[in-house]
């Protein structure tokens, strides 16, 4: 390698860095999970209230992802990102000033505002960050680069928790995981800032919403926005779903399943990205999309096994179940969304706002979920989280179809 090859090669690795930090501060939204617990228990909030803070997030995907993408148009996608970090810092500085100078209700309205600023962030930061990597991998690697900025989200949501539970314990103050977060983003914004990134230039702004949606009319990109559906609906599906699987079966304490399941659900999945990461550099988007379909649908047959069984169950086969679609799902949102921008390069900020607004699946999955787990029990529930997994699958064996002619 020449030293001018070896300069191009740093510099590329040194502008990288800061994207990477960006995917840790875009892992953010996920504590919201953990400050519910704290503000339900604290406000006495019914199940009901509790659970509409973490929908704010998936609502806000549905209004402002399009649009995003036709910011990024005018401002480009790294001072959209920026944006995006402002936005979080704000979400982050509100809880603080709620617990530092109010109780009662003015807190709590703090608290709902900050998570309502969380969602809007993160949707912003989701649209323009996943796609800005293209400035720096094509083909078939964008999807290993994307979900390595995965797993490096994945570390914010990992400590997210134990960060919360440390503050309660030591200092009597939970919400400390927004201090220490606020600052970790404010060094995120203060490198991305700072990178140096040759980037598309931004169009005139002459694109608009119709013109956005109308994409959806290319059976390829269809395909692609409903393997998003699909991975988030799984995603978002089987973490509600999957305790009480459990529950109904050995009557255990519902708390400690809960977490358990959760646990090794995110535990596979942090695995799948790592692999991913690795793996997916080597081997193609069709071979990808083939595999998780594969080991998502033997997920869905497990779990089908599990709930049909009407005394007892191999517990055994739950927890497999539970780790494989954790894996095989990890990486189904990085081969779809890679699949599109490679796909439609000249029109990838606004093939990245609609695919983004496919993050609703976890808004639609779940409550179909529950219906059919009422009407049918757990098995009903599986069979709608099978329709993802099966989707994916069909996708991956029919793979020509994402691989037909581009349409003008």
């Given at each position: 390698m020449s030293n001018e090859t070896s300069k191009t090669a740093n510099a590329g690795l040194k502008a990288i860095i800061p994207v990477m930090f960006a995917f840790f501060v875009m892992g953010f939204v996920d504590l919201v999970g953990t400050a519910t617990n704290y503000v339900k228990a604290e406000f006495t909030l019914a199940d009901g209230t509790a659970n509409l803070f973490t929908t704010m997030v998936f609502f806000w995907f549905l209004i402002f992802s399009v649009p995003t993408g036709m910011l990024m148009n005018k401002i480009g996608r790294r001072k959209t990102v920026l944006w995006s970090i402002l936005v979080t810092l704000v979400a982050m500085a509100l809880p603080i000033i709620a617990y530092t100078v109010f109780e009662g209700t003015p807190r709590l309205v703090l608290i709902?505002?900050?998570?309502?600023?969380?969602?809007?962030?993160?949707?912003?930061?989701?649209?323009?960050?996943?796609?800005?990597?293209?400035?720096?991998?094509?083909?078939?690697?964008?999807?290993?680069?994307?979900?390595?900025?995965?797993?490096?989200?994945?570390?914010?949501?990992?400590?997210?928790?134990?960060?919360?539970?440390?503050?309660?314990?030591?200092?009597?103050?939970?919400?400390?995981?927004?201090?220490?977060?606020?600052?970790?983003?404010?060094?995120?914004?203060?490198?991305?800032?700072?990178?140096?990134?040759?980037?598309?230039?931004?169009?005139a702004g002459t694109t608009t919403i119709a013109k956005c949606f109308k994409l959806l009319g290319d059976p390829i990109i269809l395909l692609c926005f409903l393997g998003i559906i699909s991975h988030v609906g799984v995603d978002v599906g089987i973490n509600a779903q999957a305790p009480r699987i459990l529950t109904e079966h050995t009557g255990d304490q519902f708390t400690a399943i809960a977490a358990t399941a959760t646990m090794v659900y995110f535990i596979a999945r942090m695995i799948g990205c790592f692999t991913g990461g690795i793996v997916l550099q080597k081997m193609s988007n069709k071979t990808g999309v083939r595999i998780c379909g594969a080991i998502m649908t033997l997920s869905a047959i497990c779990f089908a096994i599990f709930t049909l069984s009407t005394s007892n169950p191999p517990v055994w086969l739950f927890w497999t179940a539970v780790a494989l679609v954790g894996f095989g799902n990890s990486n189904v949102f990085s081969l779809f969304l890679s699949h599109a921008l490679m796909y439609r390069p000249e029109r990838q900020n606004e093939i990245s706002g609609l695919m983004l607004m496919g993050l609703i699946g976890g808004a639609i999955f779940p409550p179909i979920m529950g219906v059919a787990a009422d009407a049918m029990g757990q098995f009903g529930g599986i069979l709608v989280m099978a329709v993802g997994c099966v989707y994916v699958l069909v996708v991956g064996v029919f793979y020509k179809v994402l691989e037909g002619s581009k349409k003008a």
């Open positions: 709902v505002a900050s998570f309502a600023f969380l969602g809007i962030g993160n949707t912003l930061m989701q649209v323009s960050l996943n796609p800005l990597l293209t400035v720096f991998v094509k083909g078939d690697k964008l999807a290993s680069t994307l979900t390595t900025g995965q797993f490096v989200k994945a570390f914010a949501s990992l400590f997210a928790p134990y960060i919360a539970i440390w503050g309660a314990n030591k200092l009597g103050m939970w919400w400390i995981l927004f201090v220490i977060y606020f600052v970790v983003g404010i060094v995120g914004y203060i490198l991305l800032a700072f990178d140096k990134i040759e980037e598309p230039a931004p169009d």
